[in-house]
């Protein structure tokens, strides 16, 4: 059969599958002529199609838009269906691009990997941030505002990072002083915004006063069994660290876990502890 192509042969001189031809012949996008062996076969100029759909898929649309799109040409509004995929990638370049600066920060690049400590602390002002509070003493507290609020914000990971937040029963710097534990979800202001990420009324936003912050990278052994050891194990160094400064507690403490693989008994924790404190 002259100009006539397998659909192996024709496949592979596109750089696609025999996969990609068929599935694309599913939505009426391709027509190869079925010889009654059952053999496909492809015309030359049936390139120029699978070309487009290639092009096409590459930017982000579906095989249903596709075939809408090269089908029907004449009958949809292409220049609107460009600018709303366009619109689309926008908002995927918004978020890779947070998500890159959120992973530089994590792997040490932003600062330099060089110098970086297990532990560290400063005294400074953190960054407000928007917090949603899901969980008290190890219970979901859910509501149907909590549940949207969780789903919509589930597509900004890594950026909306696990929260804890601890109630405080005094100001002095001892575990023994710390009240119940809440859990949430949050996202630093600043990126939020720039992300226009969904708020509804359980979103809250915090803006945080002076605070010791205290950062960890380390592998500690953690038991998730017993809320009492786990709080030890996140506020004991850095409300020791206020007490060996004679720093009073000011407020709720905050604990945001970075990386926190808890598969095994022991695991590598990336978290930071903001402590309010007033000296």
């Known amino acids: 059969m002259s100009g006539q192509y397998k659909i192996g042969e024709f496949a592979k001189n596109l750089g696609v599958s025999a996969g990609f031809l068929k599935h694309h012949e599913k939505y009426g996008l391709l027509k190869p002529y079925v010889a009654e062996s059952g053999y496909r076969y492809y015309e030359f100029h049936q ?20 075939a809408e799109l090269l ?6 509004d292409v220049e609107t269906l460009f600018e709303e995929k366009r619109e689309a990638i926008a908002e ?10 959120y992973m530089d920060e994590l792997s040490g690049r932003e600062n330099g990997a060089e110098g970086r400590m297990e532990e560290d602390w400063s005294i400074l002002r953190p960054e407000p941030f928007y917090y949603v509070e899901n969980a008290c003493d190890g219970r979901f507290t859910g509501s149907e505002g909590l549940y949207e609020a969780a789903f919509k914000w589930n597509e900004y990971m890594p950026m909306v990072e696990t929260c804890s937040r601890f109630e405080r029963m005094d100001s002095r710097p001892g575990t023994e002083s710390v009240g119940r534990w809440h859990m949430g979800l949050r996202i630093v202001k600043a990126v939020a915004d720039r992300l226009e990420i969904f708020s509804n009324e359980e979103v809250r936003l915090v803006e945080p006063k002076k605070c010791l912050v205290y950062h960890v990278r380390e592998r500690r052994k953690r038991n998730l069994g017993s809320p009492e050891s786990a709080v030890r194990a996140i506020l004991e160094k850095p409300l020791g660290i206020c007490a060996d400064h004679g720093f009073g507690v000011e407020g709720d403490i905050f604990s945001v876990q970075r990386f926190c693989s808890t598969a095994q008994d022991e695991n590598y924790m990336e978290e930071m502890v903001m402590i309010p404190v007033e000296r």
Do not use: D, H, P, W
């Open 47 to 66: 390139a120029m199609l699978v070309v487009q759909c290639i092009r096409l898929q590459n930017m982000g649309f579906t095989s249903k838009e596709i």
């Open 71 to 76: 089908n029907r040409t004449a009958s949809v």
């Open 92 to 101: 995927k370049y918004r978020l890779y691009r947070e998500m890159l600066r």
